[in-house]
């Protein structure tokens, strides 16, 4: 059946669709480990291994779930049945995940930790599978598609920013609210809560998606074994210089993201820490969003996308400098740290987009030099190797709190803002310093190296791989 032009009523459905799920995953992977860790007091090496784990599980799972998608066959179509099932199984689990009973022992909250989070990746890859799969059942192909793609890729991002920007907020605003004592209870309520509120959210978000848009077509989704990925990689070079690429960036970056909460409130310190972390978010969130939007369709006019990854990696490196020396004057303000957060933020806004078109040229170049085209393969691969470096750098951080010593140890009922910094030795907060900038550095160093070294598919390059494939598919079909 012939799809007709998507209505602007579907673009934006479906972009409120990626606002949804970023804001759940995004709070799973940033808050998951500060929760259970730092708050209910679940050992740092348990989460490591509890996270870790959970991603190693999710890359024998995902093919699973793309299996069982492709094979479904219902009035509502193949997708919008899972997408349905997906996210309110995983909008229970999440909320299930912050929620935990405060009666439960050290034993019983690892188990806790352990079976909720492992059971929010697989419903969570229930519902994110079928929502990027389905694209091509409402969309033409062509431009339209890679708009739209565009289109939800930038509202994940939007997503995402806010819950980097408003979480801490409302979660201690929300925890005073609704009764909280000491610092940890108000924090322990306030996620159970702010938890709540982005659940509803998300369902709220994917129901209208899947009332708005309807499946105009019927496709062959195709899906990758793990197997599968593997000899796709082996057989094209530069789809692993690329995975490579994407897991040494991505571990350095998260790494960060993990521990710059434990920063601010045990070392940059001050009873009103959560305003300055927000502040921070805020500023950061903006800057990476902007930096998706706006720098780099400028800087595309003036260099090629391998010089914009490398001046990405220069601003990170930068960033990460400029951070550490701040952390070891006895700066206070944080306006100042706003020049490290726009390094940061923007450069990785720049890089993801940047990898996601790196991956996408190994396509052409895997077909020409391989005469097949693992498209599907590939793009399934980038999950995989996004997550996996999500759980390394998720393991790094716990090993790092656990080494340092870093948690809240307040026992207070009366007290209600405390300066935590204050109760931290300065080894430990030199530790916490030096892992969350400089590994990040190394990490990206290394990855400065090995892509410069294999990565070979410049603009010019790129371009004359798609007129030799264009001009075998002519050859074929003549």
């Known amino acids: 059946m012939e799809t007709k032009n998507l209505k602007t009523s579907e673009k934006i459905s479906y972009g409120l669709g990626a606002v949804g799920k970023d804001m759940v995953y995004m709070l799973s992977a940033s808050y998951v480990l500060y929760y259970f860790q730092d708050l209910l007091g679940v050992s740092a090496v348990a989460m490591g291994v509890i996270l870790l784990a959970a991603r190693i599980f999710d890359a024998f799972n995902d093919p699973i779930m793309g299996l069982v998608v492709a094979k479904t066959r219902t009035r509502m179509g193949k997708f919008r049945p899972w997408l349905l099932i997906g996210t309110l199984t995983n909008a229970v689990v999440l909320f299930m995940m912050f929620a935990a009973p405060p009666s439960l022992d050290a034993k019983g909250l690892v188990a806790y930790a352990a079976v909720t989070y492992i059971l929010w990746g697989v419903t969570y890859t229930m519902m994110d599978i079928p929502y990027w799969s389905m694209i091509p059942a409402f969309t033409k192909g062509g431009k339209e598609r890679e708009n739209l793609t565009t289109l939800a890729r930038s509202c994940a991002g939007v997503g995402s920013a806010i819950i980097q920007i408003g979480t801490i907020f409302c979660v201690t605003r929300l925890g005073a609210l609704l009764g909280g004592t000491s610092s940890r209870e108000i924090e322990i309520i306030g996620f159970k809560y702010v938890t709540l509120a982005v659940a509803v959210l998300f369902v709220v978000f994917i129901a209208i998606m899947c009332l708005t848009i309807k499946e105009k077509s019927n496709v062959d989704m195709k899906t990758a074994s793990v197997g599968q990925m593997f000899k796709a990689l082996l057989q094209n070079d530069q789809a692993m210089v690329v995975v490579l690429t994407i897991v040494l960036v991505n571990c350095s970056i998260y790494i960060t993201s993990n521990l710059v909460i434990y920063f601010f409130k045990y070392d940059f310190g001050g009873t009103g820490w959560y305003n300055s972390y927000t502040l921070f978010n805020m500023f950061g969130g903006a800057m990476q969003i902007l930096a998706m939007m706006l720098l780099y369709p400028l800087l595309r006019k003036k260099f090629s996308s391998i010089s914009i990854f490398y001046i990405s990696l220069g601003m990170a490196i930068v960033g990460y400098a400029s951070l550490l020396v701040m952390a070891f004057t006895s700066m206070s303000n944080v306006f100042l740290l706003f020049i490290p957060a726009f390094c940061i933020f923007s450069a990785n806004g720049m890089l993801s987009i940047l990898t996601t078109i790196f991956l996408a040229n190994t396509v052409d170049y895997g077909e020409l030099k391989n005469n097949r085209?693992?498209?599907?393969?590939?793009?399934?691969?980038?999950?995989?190797?996004?997550?996996l470096a999500s759980g390394i750098a998720?393991?790094?951080?716990?090993?790092?709190?656990?080494?340092?010593?870093?948690?809240?140890?307040?026992?207070?009922?009366?007290?209600?803002?405390?300066?935590?910094?204050?109760?931290?030795?300065?080894?430990?907060?030199?530790?916490?310093?030096?892992?969350?900038?400089?590994?990040?550095?190394?990490g990206l160093l290394v990855a400065i190296i090995w892509f410069k070294r294999k990565y070979i598919l410049t603009d010019e390059k790129i371009a004359q791989i798609s007129e030799d494939v264009k001009a075998r598919h002519a050859s074929t079909e003549a």
Request: overall charge negative.
């Open 373 to 387: 085209r693992d498209e599907s393969v590939i793009f399934s691969m980038q999950t995989f190797v996004v997550k």
């Open 394 to 442: 998720i393991f790094i951080a716990s090993l790092s709190l656990q080494i340092f010593s870093l948690s809240n140890d307040s026992t207070s009922e009366a007290e209600q803002l405390i300066d935590f910094s204050q109760s931290v030795a300065q080894s430990s907060k030199v530790g916490l310093r030096m892992t969350m900038t400089i590994v990040p550095v190394v």
